[in-house]
């Protein structure tokens, strides 16, 4: 009975590992004016299910999200419950585990969303971090800077197609 159950701990662990895991994201947000509106934006997105904690610089506007380790990510609704706050997105950075990920001509998936690296130069291994530089997420100029007029992206049957860079 102990050996069905090392078995079952090790398939969960290795099922587990075979996904990139984000792990957590630096935010920062532009238009905030007071510590009020801070609390606020804090709040709406401490509330989304797969936030495990807020750290706020309120000097830089930062947020620092940990993410749950078994609820998947939505960098959408991140996005979104910024936006209903009143403000936006500047930048968000997502740490990711690269650990057992299959990345095949620069793309890795995570649940339904495909994720395009724009400039891997190396095989990626262990926590990397990742700017998400699709528009809602980056300032215009970085958006048009990596993504240009050319926004070749995979073919993807569910989710959102998302561009990163390193």
């Not at 690296?117 to 095989?123: G, T």
């Not at 699709?134 to 049957?157: I, Q």
Request: hydrophobic share 40%; aromatic share 8%; net charge positive.
């Amino acid at each position: 009975m102990k050996t069905l159950k090392i078995y079952i701990i090790l398939f969960i662990a290795t099922v587990t590992a075979a996904n990139a895991q984000f792990t957590k994201a630096e935010l920062q947000v532009s238009g905030l004016t007071c510590s009020l509106c801070a609390r606020t934006t804090e709040k709406s997105l401490k509330a989304l299910p797969f936030v495990s904690e807020i750290k706020p610089d309120l000097m830089h506007n930062i947020y620092v999200i940990t993410f749950k380790s078994d609820v998947p990510v939505s960098f959408e609704e991140i996005s979104k419950k910024v936006k209903n706050s009143g403000f936006s997105v500047n930048y968000l950075k997502t740490t990711v585990n690269f650990d057992n990920t299959k990345v095949a001509d620069n793309t890795f998936t995570v649940g339904s969303d495909t994720y395009k690296i724009l400039n891997a130069d190396k095989a990626l291994t262990g926590p990397v971090s990742l700017t998400l530089v699709d528009k809602g997420f980056a300032p215009n100029s970085v958006t048009k800077k990596h993504l240009g007029k050319n926004t070749e992206t995979p073919v993807t049957t569910t989710g959102r197609v998302y561009h990163v860079a390193i």
